[in-house]
């Protein structure tokens, strides 16, 4: 069976600094995949080449099968993936609602559905996102992911600098996001203990290499202090 996504031995940087050197890693459909590394080692520039917002200088990525080298961003999304990049960019001159409906494609995520994910949203529908706080954006940009519609939801450190309370909200939006919808999902953070609930497997990515997958139940401590530094 095709992987919905792959990346074969794939190098990329910017201008003459080298970044990845070598990431190879697989997602099917309906698995939830943990991409893991210490700062600096390459997560967030993987997910820009998976989702043609920076080219690959070697190697292969497909997204459903298809090639995406040469491919521009937004075709590369229209092939199934929801990005909720880091700094969660959310349309900050606009509504919630407009900020979701600009997003929206036809298919099960509706207004409705990302409501009932996060009730927060519909009590601001009406509300700029410039005013709402960090976690209400962050909720947002989920919603938005998903109002697209995606065959892949991709959430770059989804948890980053939120409250204690709003981080649970978050994890526990992922939880039901994979529990019942059978959404392929890739996710970018630094919490083993939140992680371990949700993943199917995991990647470690270290200077820019893949160099652990598995199970991160299977990750000794050794290991984690050496790959994660925790």
């Known amino acids: 069976m095709t992987a919905l996504i792959s990346l074969s031995d794939v190098h990329a940087g910017y201008g ?15 698995e939830t995949l943990a991409l893991m590394g210490r700062n600096g080692m390459g997560k967030t520039t993987t997910v820009r080449v998976l989702c043609g917002l920076l080219p690959a200088s070697g190697g292969v990525v497909q997204v459903g099968g298809t090639p995406i080298a040469g491919m521009a961003a937004h075709a590369v999304a229209r092939l199934g993936l929801g990005l909720v990049p880091e700094g969660r960019r959310c349309f900050a001159n ?8 600009a997003a929206a494609r036809p298919g099960p995520w509706d207004m409705a559905r990302v409501a ?10 009406d509300q700029l ?15 938005r992911a998903l109002m697209t519609n995606p065959r892949a ?6 948890t980053e600098g939120l409250a204690p309370v ?5 994890w526990a939006a992922i939880a039901a996001v994979k529990a019942e919808t059978g959404l392929a999902i890739i996710v970018i953070d630094k919490s083993l203990t939140e992680l371990r609930r949700i993943a199917d497997r995991a990647v470690i990515l270290d200077r820019g ?8 139940h299977h990750l000794e ?8 530094g925790v």
Do not use: K
């Not at 009932?116 to 529908?125: A, H, I, K, Q, T």
């Not at 290499?209 to 991160?216: A, C, D, I, N, Q």
């Open 166 to 170: 709003v981080r649970g909200e978050i």
């Open 209 to 216: 290499r893949s160099v652990w997958t598995g199970s991160l």
């Open 94 to 101: 606009l509504t919630v609602a407009e900020n979701l409906t």
């Open 116 to 125: 009932g994910l996060f009730p927060r949203l519909s009590e601001r529908r």
């Open 16 to 30: 003459t600094s080298t970044v990845l050197e070598g990431v190879s890693f697989a997602l099917a459909e309906g």
């Open 153 to 158: 939801l991709i959430l770059d450190e989804a």
């Open 129 to 143: 996102a410039a005013s709402l706080s960090g976690g209400e954006q962050q909720m947002l940009a989920i919603g």
């Open 221 to 228: 401590p050794q290991e984690a202090a050496r790959l994660l």
